[in-house]
């Protein structure tokens, strides 16, 4: 069985950094863009950051970059977020994402999604 799960999440005070991570397992997703969504309480889903298979391609969304970096390493199959400078308003449960391809990933409709993983940020 496919299984994304994110691990990393905590408190933080604000300025402070955390690295989240998302296993992969049940099948290679080697081939696979993989992604970072989060949801904040009250909001909707929103796409924070996406890479592509072989890690060449990076979208950010516009309020993390510089902040955020994604990256995968394909031979642990598994994907990272390294968040820096945190802000309370990067409080958020936050999601991995997978699909074969990419525009599903950004738009939001991967096939396989992770379980999520709070981080919350104090001021």
């Known amino acids: 069985q496919e299984q994304l799960v994110e691990c990393g999440g905590g408190l933080v005070q604000a300025g402070d950094s955390l690295r989240l991570s998302c296993a992969a397992s049940?099948?290679?997703?080697?081939?696979?863009?993989m992604g970072w969504f989060r949801q904040a309480p009250g909001a909707e889903r929103a796409f924070v950051a996406a890479i592509s298979w072989s890690g060449g391609n990076t979208y950010y969304a516009d309020s993390v970059k510089g902040r955020f970096t994604i990256s995968l390493d394909n031979a642990k199959n598994t994907l990272y977020l390294q968040m820096n400078s945190l802000k309370p308003e990067d409080t958020a449960v936050y999601y991995c994402?997978?699909?074969?391809?990419?525009?599903?990933?950004?738009?939001?409709?991967?096939?396989?999604w992770g379980q999520g993983t709070q981080v919350t940020v104090s001021s």
């Open positions: 994402a997978a699909d074969f391809y990419p525009n599903r990933v950004i738009s939001g409709n991967a096939g396989y």
């Open positions: 049940g099948r290679t997703f080697s081939s696979y863009a």
